[in-house]
């Protein structure tokens, strides 16, 4: 008989633990409070994963029940998380999209009067939701090109001694990723018309330049797309130059270009400019070691803080005063926030240009662990 209770315990505390975790993708987390769904696009750009952690425990800490789940870059697997979240009674749902795919499920969101928070990509074609916060990325592009304006003293350049660059871009799948390279051209384009810049493959002037721009995107920002490209441009179009420069989007493509430049003999001793941006810790590593040379600071902890504010706010019906963050609209920079079907309320965080001199300051500023400045020889 004693046998039979505690088989029969054992399965009741084994249900309740499995019932009580139901849809939560972490053990634990907040109370039995308002419900917020958080939605990340992939987990190959690391950046997403510390988003995802971040989102979560801010979440808690204002006492909602929290859930973050990641979409491995498949729009239909995140479609179908965001229904969970529907299902399980979301009052929020933060959502990094990984195309426009997600206006379907955000239109079911709407349906359900369920907020939606467009969280450092635009949700593209959808009126549906009100609110999205990211950082100022044409200022983020604009960071990449003073990058390389001073890596090469292009101040000092001219058409009789010109430099060789060549163009990568993020995906063309993420609105970001135009606004990232045309905040890079905004500073590099009148070297090129002057010809102290000469640029060695595809040269869209802007991201408008279609053709050219599907030329040099990056798929889904996979490294090995970006690695291949440069491989071939090595010994293609850039064969018989050496490369001063390369325009790379984030750091995830910036290690992968810089990985294909150290298997040619050429840069051997001497690797082109390569910008980037998230300071993941191993570029961090990699720029504090020589090696990249730039990326840009966008204190994802603050974002994610910022959107849980927002969250708190739209949630209680409140006008949202988010700080550390601007109102586009009221910095002239409305058009941040046209989803192509309505102008949302878009907020943005100002990001920091990270050199060697100042590669610390993403640690100085918390945003990164004992642990991962150790496994990243960040000493
Ligand atoms: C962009 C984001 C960048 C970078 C990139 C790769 O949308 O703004 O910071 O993370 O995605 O995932």
Known sequence: ????????????????????????????????????????????????????????????????????????????????????????????????????????????????????????????????????????????????????????????????????????????TDGNAFFFFDGAMSVLNPYIESGALIVVGPYPKTSKDTANFQRIATENWQAPVAKTRMENLLNGDAKDVTLDAVLAPNDTLARAIIEACKADAKYASKLPIVTGQDAEAASTASIKNGEQYMTVFKDTTKLAEAAIALAEAAVKGATPNIPGAVLASSIGLESIGDTGRKIVRAYLLDPVIIYRENWKDPVNAGFYTQEEIDQNNLK
């Not at 204002?62 to 969970?84: C, H, P, S, V």
């Not at 749902?93 to 467009?118: E, F, L, M, P, Y």
């Not at 604009?142 to 000092?156: A, H, T, V």
């Open 1 to 172: 008989m004693k046998k039979l209770f505690f088989a029969v315990m054992a399965v009741v505390i084994v249900a309740g633990t499995v019932f009580a975790g139901a849809g939560s993708d972490n053990k634990g987390g907040g109370s039995g409070g308002t419900f917020v769904g958080i939605a990340m696009p992939e987990t190959h750009v690391l950046r997403w994963i510390k988003d995802g952690a971040s989102l979560k425990k801010f979440a808690e800490a204002k006492g909602f029940r929290a859930q973050d789940q990641y979409a491995n870059a498949d729009q239909n697997l995140q479609n179908t998380q965001i229904q969970n979240f529907l299902t399980q009674g979301a009052k929020a749902i933060i959502i990094g999209c990984v195309n426009d795919g997600v206006a379907a499920a955000v239109a079911d969101a709407a349906r359900d009067k369920v907020t939606v928070i467009a969280y450092d990509r635009i949700i593209p074609n959808s009126a549906d939701y009100d609110y999205y916060i990211t950082f100022n990325n044409f200022k983020v592009g604009q960071f990449q090109g003073q990058g390389i304006e001073r890596g090469l003293d292009l101040k000092s350049a001219s058409a009789a001694a010109p430099k060789y660059i060549t163009l990568f871009a993020g995906s063309p």
